[in-house]
C-alpha cells in the first residue's frame, strides 16, 4: 500500500542525540522487509522476502534506514522515525536483532548500532529525504552484495535466521 503523508520533516542536529560511554554516537534503525505469498518451508524465505535499502545522502552504496537515537524517544520510536524519515515507509517494529560496534566512516571512533525487523505495512509516496534519497526493495541477495556494512548484513542474516525458525513452527 502507498500512502501520503503531508507535513513532517527530518529532524535535523545533534542536540538530543545519544553517545555511548566511549563517546561514539549510539544509532538506530531498521531492516524494512515483506514477505510476498506464502512460505511452504523455510528455504523459501531468501525467495519470497524482499528487503528495501536505501542510499546514503552521498549515493553511495546500499544500506538499511538508520540515524542517530535521541534524547526524547525510545529506541523503538528512533527506529521507526528513521524509516519513516529515510526511506518512508512504516510498520511492525519486531524484537531486536542486536547491537553492533563499528568504525565510523568519517571519524576516528566507534559507534554502537542497533538494528530492527521493520515489517512493512505502508510505503509513502513522499517522505522527508525522497530529494537525497534513492530507495529500492531489492532480494536479499542483491542486498548483502550491494551493502557496505559488513554490521548491517550481519543483521539481514539474523533475521532471515529468525524467519526461517518461526516458519519451521508452523
Known amino acids: 500500500m502507498v500512502a501520503d503523508i503531508v507535513a513532517l520533516v527530518s529532524r535535523q542536529g545533534r542536540e538530543l542525540q545519544r553517545y555511548s560511554s566511549t563517546g561514539g554516537r549510539i544509532v538506530v534503525g531498521c531492516i524494512p522487509y515483506r514477505v510476498n505469498g506464502k512460505i511452504s518451508c523455510s528455504d523459501d524465505i531468501d525467495k519470497a522476502m524482499e528487503v528495501l535499502v536505501i542510499s546514503s545522502q552521498k549515493g553511495n552504496g546500499m544500506m538499511f534506514p538508520k540515524g542517530g537515537w535521541e534524547l526524547d524517544e525510545t529506541v523503538k520510536a528512533a527506529a521507526s522515525r528513521e524509516a519513516l524519515e529515510e526511506a518512508g515507509v512504516q510498520g511492525k517494529i519486531e524484537r531486536r536483532l542486536g547491537k553492533w560496534s563499528y568504525m565510523s566512516k568519517s571519524h576516528n ?55 526461517k525458525r518461526s516458519s519451521n513452527k508452523r
Do not use: S
Open 109 to 163: 571512533i566507534f559507534y554502537e548500532g542497533i538494528l530492527y525487523p521493520l515489517n512493512v505495512t505502508d510505503e509513502m509516496a513522499h517522505w522527508p529525504e525522497m530529494q537525497v534519497r534513492k530507495r529500492r526493495w531489492v532480494a536479499v541477495a542483491e542486498a548483502k552484495e550491494g551493502c557496505p556494512h559488513q554490521w548491517m548484513i550481519e543483521a539481514l542474516d539474523r533475521l532471515l535466521n529468525r524467519l
